[in-house]
């Protein structure tokens, strides 16, 4: 499953809107980064909630604000780690090539019969 797209649903999940459809529940049971966004997401609107008691907030700015939260494009960063995990991929190919063309190799000497 990609996370990238399912980050709104995830988010809505946190802000307990929707429930979430099984597959994606078990999804985020499992995955670390889906975790972090829930509970980075809890820990928004936990401080939203405690603004709104300090400061009277207009109708409507805390939907603006999460939405333009939404729309920050963290694409650039997940291909980072993708391509540094290929990166990391070929590194291993490469030694395991070397090491493992590097070996002695023994010759089996033909009996004379």
Do not use: W, Y
């Amino acid at each position: 499953m990609r996370c990238d797209r399912n980050q709104r649903q995830i988010r809505a999940m946190a802000r307990g809107e929707t429930i979430g459809a099984a597959k994606l529940r078990q999804h985020v049971r499992q995955c670390l980064r889906c975790q972090a966004e829930m509970s980075r997401e809890r820990r928004i609107q936990r401080e939203l909630h405690s603004l709104k008691n300090e400061i009277p907030i207009p109708d409507g700015l805390n939907d603006q604000i999460l939405e333009s939260i939404e729309t920050i494009d963290r694409r650039p960063i997940i291909v980072r780690r993708q391509r540094s995990k290929v990166a990391g991929f070929c590194a291993l190919g490469v030694a395991l090539v070397l090491g493992l063309g590097s070996r002695p190799v023994r010759r089996l000497t033909a009996r004379a019969s």
